[in-house]
């Protein structure tokens, strides 16, 4: 079918495994993904291949789902083979360990995702006909279902071995519960903004030299062909003897006319996602043989041609809020190439195919249009300059013994009320001014310290910081002591893992074949 043709597992099978594992990334088949032909290897793990079809399927995932320039960056695509050389060390590691999944757990696992389940009930038909849909078996899902769960099952196994003593927890609620006093004074933007001069010049030379910052976006058109499980629907009439049928296989506990409306619902729905299984690979076949028309695909699944509005590669409404749909309408073989794109599952139950109709490339805007703009940014930037200037200023008063609210005054600027902090409680006081606050040294022989912390559009923030106080960890409650001991266990176990993940790499002979990726 066309998911295998174009070596490509996206959809439902992600989301299973994300809900059920919790995995930041899908890192199946690293040995025997599409195993049938010739495939290069993207990598080598102590001389075992890393196919480059087993990447691809994984960087595929992330297509739709992520900014595009982020999916085709270098970094990027290392990420994702340095997660498939981590998946096939984990795997190999907990097997040699004599980790295991029984059948039986497996299989009650699968039997209790709801993505199979039909009315409450598993439904072979249906697990069989989704694992089809993306262009994998039944027996290659649960290996690669039966990987994930041995490799967590050492991760839970080494998590779970982190302690902390009570001397941890004291020191950590000591930190926790520390106070520091501290007065700032804000030096704000707006004002400044609202004071700056920008001249004619400065903006005829800032769009010259930026005008590529000022361009409209590049937008597209397109039509498509949508194949979904609830237009299908819609056109199913449940016979009487499918009803009384579907009524007799669910117990008949409650009287048949009771039932009558919620029976004609699951029994329409139940035939339409048949309908719709049946048709899917028919649709996607169909888009790939025909590239330069959806007609025959539309007429074969018995949907019409629709057309878009006009969106940009960040999306726009109604089928356009698709992040996989945009993703597909500027690609290369839909944009440049003008063939049809593979379909699209955008939601669950949902297949859409697009091909071009239009395309506005990104343009200039002219300086008339933009130039309020440009002297905005300008008198944003000039103010910007001046803040800091009359911080550093600030500080240097400061540091000269000028108090904060003698400097501060004669500025006009206001000082708040010196208030009492905590990292876990801001009392009202940035929480940017906060942090920076932490980070100073303790005041010494009753004399402040002082620092600056940039607070973005709002100005730079002067502070002092007037006195720490560290907290009696003797009296600290029960309920603080298990929130540190849990917050220890956490990082502890994070790390713990983390160290023995970069110890089976540090064991390892790895090959990584960039050019390949």
């Known amino acids: 079918m066309l998911t295998t043709i174009h070596d490509k597992v996206k959809g439902i099978l992600a989301t299973i495994v994300l809900v059920l594992v919790g995995v ?68 190999r590691a907990a097997e040699t360990r004599g980790y295991r999944v029984g059948d039986q757990h497996l299989g009650q696992v ?177 888009a790939y043989e025909h590239p330069d028309s959806l007609v025959s695909a539309a007429e074969a699944v018995g949907a019409t041609m629709q057309k878009s509005d006009w969106f940009t590669r960040t999306g726009g409404d109604s089928i356009a809020a698709s992040p996989r749909l945009v993703e597909a309408a500027f690609s290369q073989e839909v944009l440049n190439q003008r063939r049809n ?27 008339a249009e933009v130039r309020a703009q440009i002297e905005g940014l300008l008198r944003q930037q000039q103010a910007e300059i001046e803040a800091r200037k009359q911080a550093d200023e600030l500080m240097q008063q400061l540091r000269a013994g000028v108090t904060l609210s003698a400097a501060a005054s004669k500025r006009g600027l206001s000082v708040p009320a010196v208030k009492a902090v905590t990292r876990e409680q801001a009392s009202g006081v940035d929480p940017r001014i906060v942090e920076a606050a932490f980070r100073l040294p303790r005041p010494d022989a009753g004399k402040p310290v002082y620092g600056s912390v940039a607070l973005g559009s709002q100005g730079i923030a002067v502070f002092a910081l007037v006195r720490v106080t560290d907290a009696d960890a003797r009296k600290m409650d029960a309920a603080s002591a298990e929130k540190a001991r849990r917050l220890l266990l956490q990082h502890r176990a994070s790390d713990y893992y983390a160290m023995y993940r970069t110890g089976l790499r540090q064991q390892a002979d790895i090959k990584v074949f960039a050019d390949r990726l």
Not at 30 to 51: M, T
Not at 70 to 80: A, D, G, I, N, Y
Not at 341 to 367: C, Q, T
Request: charged share 30%.
């Open 24 to 91: 930041p990334f899908i890192l199946w088949g690293v040995n025997s993904y599409f195993e049938a032909g010739p495939s290069l290897s993207v990598a080598k793990v102590d001389g075992e291949p890393i196919l480059q079809r087993a990447y691809r399927a994984a960087f595929e995932q992330f297509r739709g789902q992520l900014d595009p320039k982020t999916v085709e960056s270098p970094q990027f695509k290392r990420l994702v083979v340095d997660g498939l050389i981590e998946q096939t060390l984990l795997l």
């Open 110 to 286: 699968i039997r209790q995702l709801p993505y199979f389940q039909r009315d409450g009930q598993f439904d072979p038909p249906l697990y069989e006909n989704l694992l089809r849909r993306e262009g994998i078996g039944v027996q290659e899902f649960e290996q690669r279902l039966r990987g994930e769960f041995v490799t967590g099952q050492v991760q839970r196994g080494l998590t779970g071995s982190g302690f902390v003593t009570e001397a941890d927890v004291q020191a950590l609620v000591r930190l926790l519960r520390q106070e520091r006093e501290i007065a700032h004074a804000l030096i704000r933007i707006e004002p400044l903004a609202a004071r700056a001069v920008v001249s004619t010049a400065e903006i005829e030379q800032h769009y010259a030299a930026h005008g590529d910052r000022y361009q409209s976006p590049e937008q597209v058109r397109v039509e498509y062909v949508r194949l979904a499980v609830e237009e299908i629907a819609r056109q199913v009439v449940p016979s009487e003897a499918e009803l009384r049928k579907a009524h007799a296989d669910e117990g008949a506990k409650v009287a048949f006319d009771k039932r009558r409306v919620e029976l004609v619902k699951e029994v329409r729905r139940r035939k339409a996602e048949e309908r719709f299984f049946e048709l899917a690979e028919r649709f996607q076949t169909l």
């Open 341 to 367: 794109s593979d379909p699209i599952e955008i939601k669950p139950g949902e297949l859409v195919a697009v091909r071009l109709l239009e395309h506005r490339p990104a343009a200039r805007r002219p300086l």
